[in-house]
C-alpha cells in the first residue's frame, strides 16, 4: 500500500499549478523568468518539462525508478525522429548523449541550463533547422538529487555567488550521491543504473560547481582519467574530443581548463588531475566503455554567467559528437572488443610524477594576511592581481595494483546483496543447478586498513593483502557463477576482486568474514591443545622453535595456546576467506551445472 502524505499531495497539487498556469507554452524558464539569478525549483522543473513533452513530438518525460524521497526519478529524452526508445537509437547507430543533473542540488547550473538547452533544441527540430542533427539522442536527468533539492535555503553554500537561493548537497538519507554508484545505499543509484544501462551511451556529462580553489576561469572540466578509461578510448579522449572542446569554449569566450584539482596551495604549482575512481558517476560510466565529462563552473562567478557556460559547453560536446560520430562509434566498439580480450586489469592507479602537460592558467595571486576573525595569518587570492602562467599539470596515471582475469567468478547464494547489486547492473549470471565440486583460485584477507571514522555510511577498507590458493570447493545449487566473457567484463571485475578501491569488498560488503565468529576458553582448551601436541609432534616442534626465537612468545601462556589452536584442525574455515571463488580452468567452468539466471530489473514506467 502507498501512503501519500500531505507533503506528497501538497508537491503534486504545487506541480499540477505551475504546469497549468505558467508553462502552458513552454517558453521562458524560471531561470529566465525571475531574471537569471534563480534556479527552478524541482516542481517548476518537472512542469516545464511536462510541457515540452506536451508541445514537442521530439521531447519525451517518463520516470524511471524511485529515489530515497520518495519521489520518482524522471528522465527527459530529446530525438529528432522523436523515436524515444534507446534500442531504435542504437539501431540507427546514433550516438547517446546522457546528461546528468542536480547530483548536488545546490549546484544548480546544469538543471537551469539544461531546461534552456531542451527547450532550444526541440524549437530548431521544429523549425527543420540542424541544431541537434539526426545522428544524436540525448537523454536528461532533470534533477537527480531530489531529496537535496526539497531542502531548499538561501543559506546552503554560503560562500557560492548565486543562485538566491537553492537545494542542499546530501540526499533525503544526507548521503553524497556522487560517492555510490558502487555501493548503492540509495534508491537513487540503483534507479540511475536501470537507466544507464537502458540508454548504453557513448557520451555521459555530470553537471556541477567546483568551490575549491579561486581564479579567473569561468568553467573547468574534468574528464575521466585517459590511461584508466584506456585502450584506443582513452587515446583518442586525450588527443582529440578534449583538446577539441577546449578549443571551441575558447571561441565561445569561455577559456577552459582542466578540473583546478588544488586545494589550500598556491596553484602555480601545478596540480594532479582528479582521479575519477568507480565510486564517482563519470568512473562509473568508464567501466561501460563511455566518455565521460564533469562539467565544473566556480561558484563565485556570476550565476548567469556558470550558466551560459554550461550551456554552451554541452553544445560544444553535442556538436563534436555529431562531426565525428563514426568515430566516436567506432572507438567505443573496438574498445569494447579489446576489453573482452584483455587478461590484465589495473584495480589500482597512482600518478606518474615524472610526467605532465603544461597549461595555461589564468589565476589570481596567493597571499597572506592577518585574519580579521582570528588574529592570526590566514591565506586569501587577490583579485588585484590577476596573472596567466603556465602550470604544470600531472594528467599520466600507472597502475598500482593489477589483477589477471579469470574465466569467471563463483559466489554463493548466501551472499545475496552482492547478486542484487550485480544483477542491477546488468551483469550476466548463471544458476548452479545442482551440488558440484570443483577447484578454484581463493584468496585470504591477510591484512587490510579499515577507515576509523564513517565515510557515507560505510568504514572503508584499503590497502587490501591476499593470498591466492588453489583448493577443492564445494558449490551449492542455487549459488551464482558469473562467467567474463560479457560486456561487464571490466566492472565484474573491478567491484569483485577485493583489492580494488571501489570493491565490494572496499565497501564492507564482506565484513562478516573479517569477524572471528568461534573461539575457546582457555581452562578447557588447555588439555585438548596438550593432547594435541602429543599426537603431533611436529607441531611442537614449531611451537618450541618459536618459543626459542621470541621472548615475548615464550613469556605468554595465551600466545602460545592460541599458537596451537592456529596450527590444529580447531579454527573456523571461513574467517578472512573471500567468499567470491576464481574459476581459472576451462575444465572446471564446464563442469558447472548450470542454467540461466534472469535479473528481475523493473521496467520504466512512462510518465502519464
Known sequence: ??????????????????????????QETPYEKNGKNYTATYAECIAYYKALDKKYDCVKMSTWGETDSGIPLHLVT????????????????????????GIHPGEPDGIDASMMLVRDLAKSIENNETDLSDNIALAIIPMYNIGGALLRSEFNRPDQNGPVSFGARGNAQNLDLNRDFIKSDSKEAKSFAQIFHW??????????????????????????????????????LNEKFEPALFRDMQQKNYPMIPYVNAWDKDARTGW????????????????????????????????????????QLMKSIMQYASTHHDEISDMRKKSQVACLKQSMFPLNWQA???????????GYVYKERKSEVSGLPVHYYDHSEPYTEQIKFYNYFIPSTSVIAPNGYIIPKSWWKVIELLA?????????????TIEAEVYKIVD???APKAYEGHHLNSSVQVEKSI???????????????????????????????????????????????????????????????????????????????????????????????????YPETRFNVYPIYRIVDKTQEGQLPLSNFENQVSKNKEDE
Open 199 to 236: 540508454l548504453r551511451p557513448e557520451i555521459f556529462i555530470d553537471n556541477h560547481v567546483s568551490d575549491g580553489a579561486d581564479y579567473q576561469h569561468i568553467i573547468t572540466l574534468a574528464t575521466t582519467q585517459s590511461q584508466k578509461l584506456g585502450n584506443e578510448m582513452g587515446a583518442y
Open 424 to 436: 542491477i547492473n546488468q551483469v550476466e549470471m548463471k544458476v548452479l543447478e545442482d551440488t558440484a
Open 1 to 26: 500500500m502507498v501512503i501519500k502524505t500531505k507533503f506528497c499531495i501538497a508537491l503534486a497539487f504545487s506541480i499540477s499549478m505551475v504546469f497549468a498556469f505558467n508553462y502552458s507554452h513552454a
Open 78 to 101: 530529446l530525438s529528432r525522429d522523436a523515436k524515444h526508445q534507446a534500442d531504435a537509437w542504437h539501431a540507427k547507430n546514433k550516438i547517446v548523449i546522457f546528461i546528468n543533473n
Open 352 to 362: 606518474d610524477e615524472r610526467r605532465y602537460s603544461e597549461i595555461n592558467f589564468n
Open 471 to 569: 583448493q577443492t570447493i564445494p558449490v551449492e545449487a542455487g549459488d551464482i557463477y558469473i562467467p567474463l566473457d560479457q560486456a561487464a567484463r571490466r566492472f565484474i571485475i573491478e567491484v569483485l576482486e577485493p583489492q580494488g578501491n571501489d570493491s565490494y569488498f572496499a565497501w564492507n560488503y564482506f565484513d562478516p568474514i573479517l569477524v572471528q565468529k568461534e573461539g575457546y576458553s582457555d581452562y578447557s582448551f588447555e588439555e585438548i591443545a596438550s593432547n594435541y601436541l602429543k599426537e603431533n609432534p611436529n607441531v611442537k616442534v614449531d611451537l618450541v622453535q618459536k618459543r626459542n626465537a621470541d621472548t615475548s612468545f615464550a613469556n605468554s601462556a595465551s600466545k602460545q595456546l592460541e599458537f596451537v589452536y592456529q596450527h590444529s584442525p
Open 448 to 450: 587490510y586498513k579499515s
Open 272 to 311: 594532479t588531475q582528479f582521479f575519477d575512481s568507480p565510486r564517482y558517476s563519470s568512473g562509473y560510466a568508464a567501466m561501460f566503455h563511455t566518455f565521460a565529462f564533469t562539467i565544473e563552473t566556480h561558484m563565485l562567478k556570476p550565476y548567469p554567467q556558470r550558466v551560459d557556460a554550461t550551456y
